[in-house]
């Protein structure tokens, strides 16, 4: 499975986005699929994931409320909506995906990862 996120780019905090994961070579309609995202000289952190039939989901805590992840499996495609933008939402946004229908979570494991777009919230 190739996944090709997209949709980052530069925005005033307050502002919106809306993040696109797409699968190709082979689809991931069958899997969990996360976003995690990586600040400058930070860790890599988990974001939100989303179960293969999207009626399970988990968010960090401290997006909650603000990002909401949905599925298209007919168009093999995962999103991120991004609301309320905080300069502390800044990072490269990588998606990724299990090759099992698996408990979407931080702590499940990813066997394909995308590369990843920037998000940069302006304050």
């Known amino acids: 499975v190739q996944l090709q996120a997209s949709g980052g780019g530069l925005v005033q905090a307050g502002g919106s986005l809306r993040l696109s994961c797409a699968a190709s070579?082979?689809?991931?309609?069958?899997?969990?699929v996360a976003w995690f995202r990586q600040a400058p000289g930070k860790a890599r952190d988990f974001v939100s994931a989303?179960?293969?039939?999207?009626?399970?989901?988990d968010y960090a805590d401290s997006v909650k409320g603000r990002f909401t992840i949905s599925r298209d499996n007919a168009k093999s495609a995962v999103y991120l909506r991004m609301n309320n933008l905080k300069p502390e939402d800044t990072a490269v946004y990588y998606c990724?995906?299990?090759?099992?229908?698996?408990?979407?979570?931080?702590?499940?494991?990813?066997?394909?990862w995308g590369q990843g777009t920037l998000v940069t919230v302006s304050s």
């Open positions: 989303i179960s293969w039939n999207g009626r399970d989901t």
């Open positions: 070579g082979r689809t991931f309609t069958g899997y969990t």
């Open positions: 990724a995906s299990t090759d099992t229908s698996g408990i979407p979570g931080p702590s499940t494991w990813y066997k394909y």
